[in-house]
């Protein structure tokens, strides 16, 4: 149980909104695409941005509860959703900037492989993700991830430059080859087991629309 003013006092340092049982919207964001996961979390912060990650890392570690990160919610196992600990939901982190220049998309966690999509193909640019664009980058990404590009441009997480990660101590770090290089081995491939990605930095490749699906011809 968390006391009213201990809650109140959180409240006051999320940007986004703070949800608990019984409040406008706390049913929508506890809701993924899988229906049989039906869990309740205590609270769901929706977060803003890395300072948002940042306050709800130390909060969760002063009452010790148990954390889930949600992304796009597309874990079939719904781990993105726990039951009665702290729900972090990035869901609508979703900032993106693509430099056309260096190739390179700077995004937020939050964001959906379609949505991801429809920021570099304004430039004519892509990487390899999964291929249902309803997905999280984040999740996928830091799992492996295997899409339709794999072939030429190899895994998702092979094509990560460097990410912004909120580690257990609520320290915000960068992690790439130079800085923190032993936590950017780790996410690649670690999935949520080394922090809370709040921004990852994906090299970019030329490639327009690609048409695909089945062709029929007439008997
Ligand atoms: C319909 C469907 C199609 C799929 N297609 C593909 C595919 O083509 N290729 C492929 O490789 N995979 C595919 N997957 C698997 C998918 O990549 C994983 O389920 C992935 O975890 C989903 O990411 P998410 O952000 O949507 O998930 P969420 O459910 O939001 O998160 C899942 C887990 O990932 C971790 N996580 C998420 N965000 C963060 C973060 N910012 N920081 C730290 N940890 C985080 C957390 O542990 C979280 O509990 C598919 C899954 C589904 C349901």
């Not at 019984?22 to 049913?27: A, L, S, T």
């Not at 940042?54 to 919610?73: M, N, P, Q, T, Y």
């Not at 032993?182 to 087991?193: P, V, Y």
Request: charged share 20%.
């Amino acid at each position: 149980m968390i006391d009213n003013s201990a809650l109140e006092k959180f409240r006051a340092t999320v940007r986004g909104a703070v949800l608990c049982p019984d409040q406008d919207g706390y049913d929508v964001a506890r809701t993924i695409p899988n229906a049989m996961i039906d869990r309740r979390p205590a609270i769901i912060a929706r977060c803003t941005g890395a300072a948002d990650v940042i306050a709800c890392v130390r909060f969760a570690r002063e009452h010790d509860l148990l954390v889930s990160i949600r992304g796009g919610g597309h874990s079939v196992a719904g781990k993105s959703v726990c039951d009665g600990g702290l729900m972090v939901d990035l869901s609508t982190m979703k900032g993106i900037r693509v430099d056309p220049t260096r190739r390179t998309a700077q995004a937020e966690t939050g964001l959906t492989l379609g949505e991801f999509d429809r920021e570099t193909q304004a430039f004519g640019l892509a990487t390899t993700l999964g291929v249902v664009s309803r997905t999280g980058i984040a999740g996928l990404t830091l799992g492996g991830g295997w899409g339709h590009m794999h072939a030429r441009y190899g895994l998702a997480v092979d094509n990560v430059i460097s990410a912004d990660v909120v580690t257990a101590d609520d320290r915000l770090l960068t992690a790439n080859a130079n800085e923190n290089a032993d936590l950017f081995w780790g996410l690649r491939g670690g999935s949520g087991n080394f922090g809370i990605v709040t921004s990852l930095e994906y090299r970019l490749y030329e490639r327009g629309p690609v048409l695909g699906g089945a062709v029929f011809h007439p008997t």
